[in-house]
């Protein structure tokens, strides 16, 4: 296990992905590093990159953090029971970005690595990571796209990966009690140690860096499109689902809270204008109600055309 490599790994992938953004932005992000002191619930420390008010981009932000804890939280070792109390090391860059124009998804990306470290025993290491895509007003060539990019880098790691992980983020990223998905999904895995330390080192950053390519262009086509204040309010609207999901059912959310992490940093996933209704639908026929029936549900995206 080769810590370091990752480290250097993350905060290059972090600086990319924001000097990508900020080109496309046109403003820099703010700056913000932390450091945990040896001696509390965890050591460690971290850069939160952010912006807030942008013309492209209402509210983003890009975290790297590294840190050491004592004890894993039970969100960490739900599915590893054997390593529960053992002490740990985690890093991992994650980022979400909130668009201002209603026809530009919200996206999420992150990649991770954890090791716990149970006496007496060697090191349990392990990787994570993905990407997904929240859009608001739906476009079927943006979602293949998306997946296409996603597909192509996981296809050097075997064929089974891309569909297995695919699956695996249509039922993650589900809202059980909304019985919806959050978006038109994208990759998901966690836990992954089957190609050995390198190998899976290997996958997860293929992941990292593919979402440049990703996103971007989606970002670029759909900039300028024309919207008005109801765009805006279906917008805020939908942005209310993504708050409940990361409070109630993501796990990186839960570890963050339940390890004694840096509360802002973890709640910067979190839009910046946001609304509830009470039993409200889309009316039939609408580009709303398309979200509804064309995007917010599983779907072959590289299998209903030629990919």
């Known amino acids: 296990m080769n810590t370091l490599d990752v480290r250097h790994y ?3 992938l972090q600086g990319r992905i924001i000097a990508a953004l900020e080109a496309e932005e046109g403003q820099p992000f703010a700056t913000d590093g932390w450091t945990r002191e040896p001696g509390g619930k965890l050591e460690g420390d971290g850069l939160s990159r952010l912006i807030e008010g942008g013309d492209l981009l209402e509210r983003g932000g890009c975290n790297f953090s590294h840190v050491k804890g004592k004890t894993l939280p039970p969100s960490a070792t739900q599915h590893r029971p054997e ?13 979400v970005m909130h668009p201002r124009n209603p026809h530009v998804p919200t996206v999420h990306m992150n990649v991770r690595m954890f090791a ?8 349990v290491t392990w990787f994570g990571g993905g990407m997904d895509l ?8 943006d979602a293949r796209h998306f997946h296409r990019v996603n597909r ?27 019985n919806e998905p959050r978006g038109i999904g994208g990759v998901f895995f966690d836990d992954f140690a089957a190609l050995g330390f390198e190998g899976s080192f290997s996958m997860m950053r293929a992941v990292g860096d593919a979402f440049i390519s990703a996103y971007l262009p989606i970002v670029q086509r759909r900039r300028t499109t024309p919207y008005g204040e109801a765009e805006r309010d279906f917008q805020a609207y939908r942005r209310g689902r993504y708050v409940e999901f990361n409070l109630v059912f993501d796990r990186g959310t839960l570890f963050g809270l339940q390890s004694g992490g840096r509360t802002e940093s973890i709640l910067m996933s979190m839009p910046p204008i946001v609304k509830w209704r009470y039993d409200w639908k889309p009316q039939a026929g609408t580009p709303e109600a398309k979200l509804y029936s064309d995007f917010l549900r599983p779907r072959d995206w590289l299998g209903e055309v030629a990919a």
Not at 116 to 123: C, D, E, N, R, S
Not at 152 to 177: I, N, Q, S, T, V
Request: include cysteine; charge should be negative; glycine fraction near 10%.
């Open 116 to 123: 716990a470290l149970p006496a007496g025993l060697p090191p």
């Open 10 to 12: 993350l905060l290059g």
């Open 152 to 178: 192509d880098a996981l296809a050097p790691f075997g064929p089974d990966k891309y569909p297995r992980f695919k699956m695996w983020c249509d039922e993650y990223f589900f809202l059980k009690h909304r």
């Open 134 to 141: 929240t859009p608001y007003y739906g476009v079927e060539d």
């Open 83 to 95: 390593l529960a109390g053992a002490p740990f090391e985690a890093l991992g860059v994650s980022l």
